[in-house]
């Protein structure tokens, strides 16, 4: 499917809304730094896994105020560095590892009907490979920025840092359980958390550390960072903005459009993505969320509901929506079921939570 003619601009919109989307889960795999940690990092997977639930326990779960969703990309920096990348080994890696979702060109195509910024909190190079197989624009995406190669290691803290990457490797991924609707933390999770924390106490304190001290993961926070920065950058205010996110980094920003009665989208999202959302799409390509985000742009949150409740083929078929293009180009994309689409709310959050991560796994697996 290839959409590039701004249909907007022939039926005589402006740009009065704009969309914020997470990058990875959405336009390309959402295991695409995982793969990379693995690629360079003896039991990396694991790593990723552990760091990145370290940071939403720790910050979700506890409120703890000096950890947030996303940190976990700066913990993984001293192990990377460690194990000898460089900034071309990792470029190359998301270059040969791309994993475009199907019909990702569609964000050009949202691009022509409002500002749109995509987000990510993996580093630039996998957001420069990205742009360069979408057609993007170099500087479109805004990242975590890190240049490997302009940091220095000692063997000492070289040594250092695989003993603690092979520590994490051999835990298992902590997680908070949940017993009639209590969540709490079983004593082997606390131990795990502990030696985590004890962990990135320990790297906090090395010569190497101080060279990014101040590097700054674009997790949680600067999302909802910028999300406020594009709203007074272009005029546009919160009930006009939709946001596509899928993880926990994404969700303080989600929150803020949820609450201001704007589009947030959990795309195949965990947890965190969809109790910020108030809309959740479960599907292998981006084109059901597209279909949102144009009727958003054409009548607001309202409008986006009505159609969920006629997400059926032959309503949909018959419908007279905001873009007939895009209708059809995902009800051809989907010749016998439909993307599962659901407005969330406090009755079924914990279904859609329980059915969004089920699709989660088995898509990225």
Not at 11 to 28: H, I, K, N, P, Y
Not at 143 to 149: P, W
Not at 260 to 267: H, K, P, V
């Amino acid at each position: 499917m290839r959409m590039e003619y701004n249909h907007m601009d022939e039926l005589g919109f402006s740009e009065d809304r704009q969309m914020l989307c997470t990058v990875q889960g959405f336009l390309s795999s959402a295991n695409a730094m995982k793969r990379m940690c693995d690629r360079f990092i003896r039991g990396g997977a694991r790593i990723y896994d552990s760091l990145m639930a370290f940071d939403n326990i720790m910050s979700f779960g506890l409120g703890r105020d000096d950890r947030k969703s996303g940190d976990a990309f700066r913990t993984l920096v001293p192990m990377l560095k460690a194990a000898g990348v460089t900034d071309s080994s990792v470029y190359d890696h998301f270059v040969g590892d791309m994993k475009l979702m199907p019909n990702s060109d569609v964000i050009r195509y949202l691009s022509g009907m409002m500002t749109v910024q995509p987000v990510s909190e993996a580093y630039e190079h996998h957001s420069m490979a990205l742009c360069e197989a979408v057609g993007l624009p170099a500087d479109s995406i805004r990242c975590t920025e890190v240049s490997f190669d302009e940091l220095d290691i000692s063997k000492q803290d070289g040594k250092r840092f695989r003993e603690f990457a092979t520590e994490i490797a051999k835990m298992d991924v902590p997680k908070i359980s949940s017993n009639d609707d209590a969540q709490f933390l079983g004593h082997k999770d606390q131990m795990i958390l502990e030696t985590i924390d004890g962990i990135i106490e320990k790297i906090g304190v090395t010569d190497f550390f101080y060279q990014i001290d101040e590097m700054t993961p674009l997790g949680g926070n600067e999302k909802a960072v910028m999300l406020m920065e594009l709203g007074r950058g272009t005029n546009v205010d919160m009930d006009c903005t939709a946001y596509v996110g899928c993880n926990g980094t994404d969700y303080p920003a989600m929150d803020i459009v949820r609450d201001n009665e704007g589009l947030a989208i959990s795309f195949n999202g965990d947890e965190y993505a969809v109790k910020g959302s108030n809309v959740a799409v479960m599907s292998p390509n981006p084109l059901a969320a597209a279909v949102l985000i144009s009727e958003f742009y054409a009548g607001g949150l309202e409008r986006v509901l009505s159609l969920i409740e006629s997400w059926d083929r032959e309503k949909l078929s018959k419908r007279d929506n905001s873009d007939r293009h895009l209708m059809n180009a995902m009800l051809k994309a989907f010749p016998s079921k439909l993307p599962e689409v659901v407005a969330v709310n406090e009755d079924n959050i914990d279904a859609v939570i329980k059915e969004s991560e089920r699709f989660r796994r088995k898509l990225t697996v």
